[in-house]
């Protein structure tokens, strides 16, 4: 699978350019209407509503692609799925969140993301994660839909996640050799879960009676038994299983077990380019010590300081500080925004710096979700971020970002431009490439120098921007290379423009 990871071109082979939309774009469908339904016009991309409208994927029905609900595991819907793995695991009214203790799911080989866009309604966020494979845009249904995805694919590199992250994983029918390398990609799903956490997983191999899927069967289950995995349940077509919550089975187990425990030197948080290893993560001191990753249920989890701020020296009260410093912040900016946007203007947002968070916290009563990313060659804050039960990825701003054109309504730049001119990348580069993130009438927010705002004002013709308001950002401040805060929009323009030049 390594050929559908990230790959950057040399600076030769770059765009600089502006990527128009589709003949006809309209402005997307706003949520919750959206996980239903979507203009096709806006990726005419039909040939994944051929391939599965057995599998109730998708289906074409008049100027729109229509989502029913389904996938390849569960054709009469995701919510019945969904009830379901909960029935399975005992869990109150059929309710997978478990009463807040469920927050974070990973759903791998997604497909067009409907079993995250269900979670939403049980107060569940899933990263759903696909590759641009056979099925193409799969990853653009899902985010014009207005569900979180992501753009990758379990090769060879690690994901861009940290340790710990999720509750619980998934795979319906991925079609991923989890025993190939040893188990190499199964132990990054485990390296991924947290203590106790679970993994869903839906294939032939749980069930059918041939002798291929008898075998693979025999081999995972001895491999999973060997990573101290043991079954939650297993019914049907789906087995789950679950993670221990200590490192007693791993320090228990005969001398020479493979897959081994990874070096004590291993930093299982370091994510940007490194290479996977097939080998079990032990849990820290901490989860020893709580048996478990000691975190609050959902929602109080998202103001609970998570024991991992101790990891970078963040006490409590730096914590409620910041959180109070983004509240502030982000009623300031809504209330720059408060004339262009009505309540469901906006659904998927991203903070290209975002710190522990609490841009995203702040939004929590909104309806909308965040992808908070984290520089990769800062504090590696993203652990805080899953802790607090929200989600995002690690990047380095120097390159393109993993999504499709046109995905996001908001991006919200704090000292984003600062930091890259620091490491000698451009500006210019990064302008075009917020462009392509974002969608036709879209805004973004810049929370930067003054001499950065400057610079930015010069493109705007260029960009087909237009500012809607420029303020100081400490009012009270003098000094002229202070903050400034700058709100962007993105006009709609028409594709017999879009031959104008950036430069």
Known sequence: MEHYERHCPQPERRYNCLIPPPAGYKVPIKWPKSRDEVWQVNIPHTHLAHEKSDQNWMVVKGDKIVFPGGGTHFHYGADKYIAHLASMLNFTNNDLNNEGRIRTVFDVGCGVASFGGYLLSSDIIAMSLAPNDVHQNQIQFALERGIPAYLGVLGTKRLPYPSRS?????????????????????????????????????????????????????????????????????????????????????????????????????????????PMEACITPYSEQNQRDRGSGLAPWPSRLTTPPPRLADFGISTEMFEKDMEIWRQRVENYWSLLNAKIRPNTLRNLMDMKANMGSFAAALKDEPVWVMNVVPEDGP??????????????????????????RTFDLLHAWTVFSDIEKKGCSVEDLLIEM????????????????????????????????????????PNSDSEDGESIFVIQKKMWLIDESAKDVA
Not at 381 to 402: N, P
């Open 380 to 405: 590696n804050l993203l652990k805080i971020i899953y802790d607090r039960g929200l989600i995002g990825t690690v990047h380095d701003w120097c390159e393109a970002f993993s999504t499709y054109p």
């Open 435 to 474: 462009d392509r993130i974002l969608r036709p009438t879209g805004f973004i927010i810049v929370r930067d120098r003054k001499p950065v705002v400057e610079y930015i004002k010069k493109h705007l013709t260029a960009l087909h921007w237009e500012s809607v308001a420029i303020v100081d950002a400490e």
């Open 166 to 274: 999720f509750e619980f994983a998934h795979c319906s029918r991925c079609r991923i050799d989890w025993l190939q390398r040893d188990g190499i990609l199964l132990l990054e799903l485990d390296r991924l879960l947290r203590p106790g956490g679970y993994f869903a997983y839906s294939s032939p191999e749980a069930y059918a009676q041939d002798e291929e899927d008898l075998k693979i069967w025999k081999e995972m289950s001895a491999l999973v038994e060997r990573m101290c995995w043991k079954i939650a349940a297993k019914k049907n077509q789906t087995v789950i299983w679950v993670k221990p919550l200590t490192n007693d089975c791993y320090l228990n187990r005969e001398p020479g077990t493979r897959p081994p425990l990874c070096r004590s030197d291993t930093d299982p948080d370091a994510v940007w380019g490194v």
